[in-house]
């Protein structure tokens, strides 16, 4: 079975600072994707890193990097130069591309909350 | 691109009666998937199409959820005899195609409230 675990139910962050979530999975595909989305509350989920299992390089979107670990099946998301506007639920999803499904399994979440 | 449209946004509803719910894809996307999101929890993968065809549906939760995509472009999800348990968020998303050049678009989802 594939499992997706957030360890941090909840985060806090000032503004202009860094904050890193932790994710870590499991899986049996040799082939895979992983995600990050973001859903601000009341408002719909919104995909923010994509990365590749087979790529070594980790991604990069503006102020956001992820910290991929596949031996140790670790995911991890910095978001850096925090702003008001981050806060929201984070969910970090696996995606296994062996068959034709394509579904996201997702993590529990992450609640992160920007200080001013 | 005028996103991902889920109707209604809320529907309340008594313990027994049906439910439909309505998801408008982003227009060139073949596939569609639904998901099932309760509180405190992530989405949680319900069933999804291909076109018209609806290719994985052992997911769904019990006989009492059933979905169709008539024609390959809207989908309705529907939930028979509801019970208390069936409050929800109920998520849909698109994409073109699958993977990871395919990311899938999420709708503002249909909240479900079981009296």
């Known amino acids: 079975a594939q499992t997706v675990t957030q360890s941090q139910p909840e985060m806090s962050v000032q503004e202009a600072e860094t904050v890193t979530l932790s994710c870590t999975y499991d899986?049996?595909?040799?082939?895979?994707?992983l995600f990050w989305y973001k859903q601000p509350p009341s408002r719909q989920m919104i995909l923010v890193i994509r990365?590749?299992?087979?790529?070594?390089q980790n991604a990069t979107e503006n102020r956001f990097s992820v910290n991929f670990q596949k031996a140790a099946k670790s995911f991890s998301l910095k978001i850096s130069d925090s702003q008001l506007g981050d806060a929201a639920m984070y969910f970090c999803?696996?995606?296994?591309?062996?068959?034709?499904?394509?579904?996201?399994?997702f993590g529990k979440g992450t609640k992160l909350s920007v200080k001013p | 691109d005028t996103g991902v449209s889920q109707n209604p946004r809320h529907k309340i509803t008594k313990r027994g009666q049906n439910v439909t719910f309505r998801c408008d894809p982003i227009?060139?996307?073949?596939?569609l998937y639904w998901y099932r999101q309760t509180l405190g929890q992530g989405p949680e993968f319900l069933t999804y199409f291909q076109n018209e065809a609806q290719l994985e549906k052992s997911r769904l939760l019990s006989d009492r959820f059933s979905a169709e995509r008539p024609k390959g472009s809207f989908s309705t999800l529907e939930i028979q005899r509801t019970e208390q348990g069936d409050s929800a968020m109920y998520l849909c998303?698109?994409?073109?195609?699958?993977?990871?050049?395919?990311?899938?678009?999420f709708g503002d989802g249909t909240r479900l409230s079981i009296l």
């Open positions: 998303a698109s994409s073109l195609g699958g993977g990871l050049s395919a990311p899938q678009h």
């Open positions: 899986t049996s595909e040799s082939d895979y994707y």
């Open positions: 999803a696996l995606m296994n591309y062996g068959g034709s499904q394509g579904n996201l399994i």
């Open positions: 227009s060139e996307h073949n596939r």
């Open positions: 990365q590749e299992a087979y790529k070594q």
